[in-house]
């Protein structure tokens, strides 16, 4: 019989889905199967596990806690626990998390492009440990300057009491303020509390978020900018962890660090004085509808102007043509597409909005360096040595 893998678990946020599809992608290349199993509490996980039988199984730890959590119901079968507490790790058990400090370094970057007067993070309320994990490496990728922190200790009985929170600690800082929030559902709040003092993003305030939820960020006004975890090759090499504890069931637990991230840069950490507000409603039609066909002439008729004062009017506060800009957000998309296996690359160049393949397989080899073909291979290469392995004592 072909290898039968349970994914539990605890979360439907887009992150979890995307981990989930990744392991998928991954078993099916393999021969495996899958079956996706909410934890709706932990002893029923041992119920589970005794009635399919699994040969082995994943378990999207990101909401469980591990006093909570009777690993002994996994003794049986291989088991990697994804982006799980710190003390699962002394429990003898295989962890695959998010590396903290990837996701720090690239806000930091981002932000410390622009010259801020005050840096800032936003925990999650009652302050998870990834959360604390982020705000820590955040201080120190920020380097020299004072990084201001607002981690609440309790949950808010409504989003109107974290509102008046956050602006209460906002108003206290000088402007402009860089911030980073723990996750992208923050930056909403911290928007609505900046625009409680009167603060305009991303004039007063920059703000990049955490783990590019698309459907959130690119509904918020600005468009959020945010960190971008490679879901997907996480849940992937949680698969390939698996294929490897079946092969020696005596080795020691691993203990992996997964820092895949890139930064998806939208108009909450752009600024620019002139045409600001032209420039950010064709920078977020273009990120929204790049890859559907959209033209220079139709992103530039925001600025109602003739096309060339249009054009130079972006450039200055985009720099570089809105062409440019297009073929940017179609090539983000094509490198996402061609790093998916199950993808046919000759389907990529229309999925991004081209109908002339050859332009746009010539595009993105000069743009990238490199053909979709081995892009692909080099982006398989990456994912395994993003991968950290390092044994327990």
Not at 137 to 159: I, L, Q, W, Y
Not at 192 to 208: F, N, S, T, W, Y
């Amino acid at each position: 019989m072909k290898r039968f893998i349970a994914y539990f678990h605890s979360s439907a946020t887009a992150p979890s889905q995307r981990k989930a599809l990744g392991a998928c992608r991954a078993a099916r290349l393999r021969g495996w199967s899958v079956l996706r199993l909410d934890i709706i509490s932990p002893t029923q996980i041992g119920d589970d596990i005794r009635y399919w039988r699994p040969d082995g199984c994943i378990v999207d730890a990101v909401k469980l806690r591990p006093e909570l959590l009777d690993v002994k119901a996994f003794a049986k079968q291989p088991t990697v626990f994804i982006d799980c507490a710190p003390s699962f790790a002394s429990r003898n058990v295989n962890t695959l998390v998010q590396d903290a400090a990837a996701t720090a370094n690239a806000a930091a970057e981002e932000l410390l492009k622009h010259d801020m007067k005050s840096y800032a993070y936003v925990a999650w309320p009652r302050r998870p440990f990834w959360s604390e994990a982020r705000g820590d490496a955040f201080t120190k990728a920020v380097g020299a300057h004072e990084v201001h922190m607002f981690r609440p200790e309790h949950a808010f009985k409504d989003r109107e009491s974290l509102v008046r929170s956050l602006a209460k600690w906002l108003g206290d800082l000088p402007t402009p303020i860089g911030v980073f929030t723990a996750a992208d559902t923050l930056s909403e709040q911290v928007m609505e509390a900046a625009g409680v003092l009167g603060l305009r993003a991303p004039e007063d305030l920059m703000i990049i978020g955490t783990d590019n939820d698309e459907f959130f960020c690119e509904n918020l006004r600005p468009m959020l900018s945010s960190v971008s975890h490679d879901f997907m090759a996480e849940g992937e090499r949680a698969v390939e962890m698996i294929e490897e504890l079946l092969g020696n069931p005596s080795a020691a637990p691993l203990h992996e660090t997964f820092g895949s991230v890139s930064v998806v840069s939208r108009a909450s950490t752009r600024r620019s004085a002139k045409f600001y507000h032209a420039a950010t409603e064709a920078l977020d039609m273009i990120r929204e509808r790049a890859t559907s066909g959209l033209t220079a002439a139709e992103a530039l008729e925001c600025f109602g102007c003739s096309r060339r004062l249009a054009e130079k009017r972006f450039r200055e506060t985009a720099g570089r043509s809105v062409v440019d800009e297009i073929h940017a957000v179609q090539l983000e998309r094509a490198k996402e597409l061609a790093a998916n296996p199950a993808i046919k690359l000759s389907a990529i160049p229309q999925m991004c909005g081209h109908h002339s393949s050859p332009f746009f397989l010539r595009l993105f080899k000069r743009t990238v360096g490199c053909t979709m073909n081995e892009y692909r291979m080099r982006s398989r290469r990456n994912r395994l040595s993003a991968a950290s392995p390092h044994a327990a004592p």
